[in-house]
Each structure stands twice: as C-alpha cells, then as structure tokens.
C-alpha cells in the first residue's frame, strides 16, 4: 500500500496504528539489529553482543527477552560442555526480513549522503 | 539486497551498521508515526498532537526538532492570528516512504495475526 495524498484521514490514522503496533514490537534503537543478525544465520548469546556494537549484555538479554515473549525469535539450551543457548529466528521473525532489507538500504544510501558531504 | 545466507560477515556487519544508522535517526517509537503523519499532509503541531496517540507534548517537540537537525521536516511559522507552527517533510524525508510502507504493512499483517488468535 502507497501513501497517496487522497488517503482519507481514517486510512492514514489506521497505518498510524500499525505503524506503531510495529514500533513497539521493534522498540529501542537493537531489535532491528538483532533480528537483521538472525536473518543471517542463528547465533550464540555471546556473538550477537559482539555483532550487535555498542550493546550493553543487560540490553542484549532484555532485548532477546521481548524479541521470544513475541514469537519472533526462539532459544535453544544445547548441551555442549559448557552449555551454550542459541538463537534462531522464528518463521513468523523471518517475516520482518523484508522490512529489514529495506531499512538496510536506506541506511546505506544515507550513509553516502553523508559520506559525500 | 536482500539477506541470503552466503552473505559474508563483513557484508552482515555493514548491514547491521546501516541498519543502526537508520535506528538512531527514527529512535523512539514515535518518529516513524509523526514522518508516516507528514507523508501525508503538512500539518500543525496541534494536529500532530491528535494524530499521534499517546505522545505527549514534551516528547513531540523533541522528535520534531530531532526530524528537523536530520533534516527530514522542515518548521514555518505562518504569521496567522494566532501565529501557527506548521511541519513538512522535505524531499529527503520523504525518500522514507518506502520504508514507512513496509512498516506499516507489516503492522496490518501483524495485527490480521494478533485478532485472528
């Protein structure tokens, strides 16, 4: 759906609504991160703190907390010496991919706004 | 360019840097309802107020001047009785429209899910 100048203003209140159903879902400046890294493959607690820069491990651990509580992504305890836990997404999560792609190229094509200046 | 799983780390760390990029421009869970406003009209900060439900006055003058250092919108002050303030996106801004569509179609699907339950 295109956002159209004759949207009526119940439409445009509607997408306001998903819009934030959404930013809610992806609150904070990580969930986006961490799911782009889960779309990339499933990874261990201790290497999506050191993918995801700049976040803390208490954010980590809340983030990944909220990320499961919906749905988007699971958490396996595998039984290795010493135990590890793994995330993946979940087929639901993989959903957001599109979504992410298109957040990515924004920001690629912003950062050489940036870059040229 | 889309997530596969042949992508490379390298390739995955710029991504998650661009998507980071993008996640500090619209933090807040509010930045990315007051663009989706503005995509579609001009529009005062009072009706903003209306539109954006739950946000508060304080943490909209906030986003806005944010939206504006970004420039994403721009601020008039029309010389009306009383003077009115009134917000628009620029041409940059509204380059995120793509990325707004696909939020808030999501956030349709999402909710479709969610009743569905």
């Known amino acids: ?55 803390s491990g208490k954010m980590l651990s809340r983030d990944l907390k909220e990320l499961e509580a919906n749905l988007l992504i699971t958490r396996t305890v595998v039984n290795t010496q010493p135990i590890t836990v793994e995330y993946e997404i979940t087929e639901y999560g993989s959903t957001l991919k599109k979504v992410i792609n298109v957040i990515a190229d924004w920001g690629f094509e912003h950062r050489k706004k940036i870059i040229a200046k």
């Open 1 to 55: 759906m295109i956002i159209e100048e004759n949207h009526s203003k119940k439409e445009c209140t509607n997408r306001i609504i998903a819009i934030h159903d959404v930013m809610d879902i992806l609150n904070g400046k990580w969930k986006v991160s961490i799911i782009a890294c889960l779309c990339f493959q499933k990874m261990r607690y201790t290497d999506i703190l050191k993918e995801v820069k700049g976040i």
